[in-house]
Each structure stands twice: as C-alpha cells, then as structure tokens.
C-alpha cells in the first residue's frame, strides 16, 4: 500500500483530442505534441480517450500510430475503446499493427456495453444486424483471444502464391498482457481479474455498495486482485482529475478554479439511474493536492496513475498542467521521471 515512504511507480496522463471541426487538423496536432511533450518531461505513459460522432479523438489507434512514430520510450494507451463500435476481430489486427510499430509499448484499454445512443447510431453503425449484436463481456473476451494468439479460424497454409495464418498477424507478444478494462463496478472488476487483464479506474463509478467514492473505488480494486492471478501484484491505474497551479497565472488559476466549482455538485450524490459517483476535481499546489491523494482510500492501494486532463481547457493549459505534474506532484508522490 504506497504510503509517503513507498513512492509512485508510473504515473501517466490522459486527453480527450478536442478539436475544432473546422479546422480537425491542429487539435489532432496538439493532442501529438502534448504527446511528445509529456514524453519529454518523462512521463510514463500517455492516454487517449475515445468519441464517436463528436469532436473528440473518433480513432485512437490510428493517433497511437502517428505517436508511435513521433515518441521513442512513452507508452501509449486507450482509455478506453468502446467495444461495442468494433470488430473484435478487425480490432486485434489494429491494435497488433500498431503495437509491432511502437516497439511494444500499446496499453490498449476496453470496456463493454451498448454504443452511446444505440437508438439513434445503430441503422449506421450495424444496419443488418443491430438486434443481434452481443454487447456484454463476451466480445471483450473474444478481442483477447485473439490479441493472445488463439486461432480465428481452422485454415492455414499455402493456397496459390499466398500463405495465410490461423491467427492474428502480425501477432505482437506481449501484447495480450498489456490489456486493460476499464471498469466501474464491481462485476467489471471481478471479470477482468478472472480474464488476467489490468484494470483502469477513472473518477467515475457505480454506487453499489457505498456512496463513498473512495471506498467504493477500494472495494474495486481488492474485488480485481481477488480474482487476478497475480493477487496483490496485479496491476491497477488510477486516474483522477488533478490540476496543479503552481506554475499557472492569475488568469489560468481562475479558470481552473471556476471549472472545478462547475463539476462539484455532480460529486455530491449518486447520478441518474446507474447511479454514477462521480469524484471531486483536484485543484491546488502540488503539495496540497499530494496531502488529498495520500488521504483517499483507493490511492493508497495502487503506485500507477493517469490523471485525466480537464478536456476543454487550451494547449497552454495542458502545458502548464503537464509541467508541475512532472516536475512537482510527481515527485511530491514520490515519483521519478523515466529517462
């Protein structure tokens, strides 16, 4: 349980893309130089978040591509791909291509469930066979399946000119022991433990057994390792929204502030009817933000994280954000940047 004496293992970073649909290609721009920023001051690993039909990152494997060409240690997830949108199959070639041209340093993160706004996308998106679509943790075991190497089919061989495998080529090993679900409840927990995966939590989950968010973000990362293999070694990243301001202006300052108060009174109770908790932004100088991450429960359980950048702030913001995350929270946590 990392304590202030046991120190921060990897720590890690997470963005949305935004972009300007009139102009997609510098907020895709952006998003590859904050890459390779974060890189630069050390960072462990940088994140992607996925959005379909908005204007955010639609395809996060083909930026994890184009990162991977631009980056030489940084690992590069996703946090997460909706299965539901994808070919698990189609999927597993992508994520194997892109993971061969990184040198092995793709995190791909999955989570299950219906597309958002299935009513509505579902004619475009699976016109012949929208009833009969299975959205539940089966198509997640499937893409590991095939991630790890199991056959998709019983031919092989020579036919003509042309070899053909009974797998996934290119076949990236080590690939399927650097997949992630991410959950937020307990049944997800449990499953991706049973299936030997890693597991993301973000700021939000499912108020099930608690509506005390840290405690129920605790019993999900015990009820993960109960059922994982590996136990108390199986691996476990937090990300919660942190924004440090000791380097920031006045104005940045204001702003950040302003955002946090606008998000907190969806902290307060259980939303809607999953009943969604939703964890409190994290605002201040780096110490002040390390006393509150050492004084919640799940945090202590784990020495990975992936703080989520705020998703409408501008490219300055995240410059700014990034900096005192690697140069003063991070090392507050006791951490040390990758060389």
């Known amino acids: 349980m990392p304590l202030p004496s046991q120190p921060l293992r990897k720590l890690g970073f997470l963005t949305i893309g935004l972009f300007d649909g009139d102009d997609p290609r510098r907020g895709h721009e952006s998003t590859l130089e ?5 890189e630069q001051l050390g960072f462990d690993s940088a994140w992607l978040r996925h959005r379909h039909l908005q204007y955010g990152i639609s395809s996060p494997v083909a930026v994890l591509a184009a990162a991977s060409q631009r980056t030489r240690r940084i690992e590069l997830g996703t946090a997460v791909i909706p299965v539901g949108w994808e070919n698990p199959l189609r999927l597993a070639e992508d994520l194997a291509t892109v993971d061969i041209l990184s040198g092995g340093r793709v995190n791909p993160g999955v989570s299950v469930g219906p597309p958002m706004h299935y009513d509505q996308v579902r004619e475009a998106l699976y016109p012949d066979t929208a009833d009969a679509e299975d959205f539940s943790y089966e198509r997640v075991r499937r893409l590991l399946d095939f991630v790890r190497g199991k ?30 679900y991410g959950g ?18 973000s700021s939000v ?7 005390d968010f840290a405690q129920v973000q605790l019993s999900h990362i015990r009820a993960f390792r109960a059922h994982h293999p590996d136990g108390d070694r199986a691996r476990v990243s937090q990300g919660l929204v942190v924004i440090p301001t000791d380097g920031a202006s006045p104005e940045q300052r204001a702003k950040y502030e302003e955002y ?3 998000r907190l009174p969806r902290t307060v109770a259980p939303q809607g009817p999953a ?22 429960a799940a945090f202590r359980e784990i020495d990975e994280v992936a703080f989520a950048l705020p998703f409408t702030f501008d490219h300055e913001d995240y410059v700014q954000i990034l900096t005192d995350i690697a140069t003063r929270l991070g090392p507050a ?5 990758a060389g």
């Open 34 to 38: 904050i890459i390779e920023f974060g």
């Open 151 to 180: 056959p998709a089919t019983d031919f092989s061989g020579v036919q003509g000119f042309e070899v053909f495998s009974d797998r996934v080529q290119p076949h990236a090993s080590g690939l399927g022991r650097r997949m992630w």
């Open 184 to 201: 937020g409840s307990l049944s997800s927990a449990r499953w991706a433990g049973e299936h030997e995966m890693n597991f993301l939590t």
């Open 205 to 211: 989950v499912k108020a099930q057994e608690s509506e």
């Open 260 to 262: 946090a108060r606008k």
């Open 275 to 296: 009943r969604l908790m939703f964890a409190p932004d994290l605002v201040g100088t780096s110490e002040q933000i390390a006393e509150q991450l050492y004084a919640h």
């Open 333 to 337: 946590l006791g951490w040390r940047a």
